[in-house]
């Protein structure tokens, strides 16, 4: 019979497991221009990959989507 320590252990890993398959994987190529307001978005930015905003607007949309939530 497992003790709680293997039991516990092979959750962890089932659960790192299904974390990782479920990763957003950023594949997509990046924008040069933010699509909001036309800014350049930096090279570093852009080979996240799938990047279609400028740090600017994508600090406003998170703040949006924060606030959406409840957050602080």
Known sequence: MADYADVASTLS????????????????????????????IPEQRRKLGGVTLCIACQSVLEAKQKHLRGGL
């Open 13 to 40: 890993e089932q659960d790192l497991d299904i974390a990782l398959a479920n990763i957003k994987h950023f594949d997509q190529p990046s924008f040069h221009e933010c699509e909001d307001c036309g800014a350049e």
